[in-house]
């Protein structure tokens, strides 16, 4: 299912994009809420991780951002992505809980900085906002593409479930970010916000970003990412991409593939080939 995707995408490239976009090297970034590990889940974390890693490793992306990610699992993904490095904190006290790490090509990328902020008014330290349901956090991470010198500063999210107005205000935070000096910006998560949300719609129309899906000249796959470990459903669009101005998408791709008719999550992941604006 994946060879044919990769197939078809790269045929549309070809015959609808110009020679520019064929000479960019593209970033391809991809968004993954990959689920905590509940015992409960069918398939469960230990059924279904060896199938997901091989699909991060085929889908070959140079930028991964996971959310839900638990410390055991997050061992578990280094353990299976040799060639990636990664930079991610428990969102409970900065060790325990969920992460939402980001991965990175070795081999294209070298960190330049890495940071963790709270989605509170304390952001330096482990806190929350008022009413949500637990502790949100935005992790950045700045990266210098090994090759051309391009820098890229890149934003991983998971908002809160509970709450609406810790939603948007987290939104806010992460647009409110400066950009590292001369870098990309590049935001990509779940934010538990469908398309008519108010946190969606902050990022995509009031902050300078755009979502990723939008811009590409080639899509494949649902618009809607959670299925709800429902392989017959896609749900609402609750994970995405945004890149700034200065960024275009040359094909984006919600990918469906299954383990024997079982999800691998109760998300769908998001992989977008990004390039500069105008190529």
Known sequence: MKRCLIGMATALVVSLAPMAVLAATPVRVMSYNIRYDNPDDRPNWGDRQGTLLAQIRFTAPDIL????????????LTRGLPLYGHYGKGRNDGVQGESTAIFYSRSRFEPVSAETQWCSPTPDRPSKAEGAGEPRIITRLVLKDRDDGALYDVRNVHFDNVSDRARIDCARQVASIPAAVGAHIIVLGDL??????????LLAQGSGLRDARTISPVLFGPEGTFNDFDIHQTGPALDHIFVDADLGVARFATLT?????QVISDHYPLVADVIPAGQ
């Open 65 to 76: 951002g996971v959310q839900e990610a638990l410390p055991h699992m997050l061992a578990d």
């Open 192 to 201: 538990n916000s469908g398309l008519s949300g108010g946190a969606y719609r």
């Open 257 to 261: 593939d299954s383990i024997n008719g």
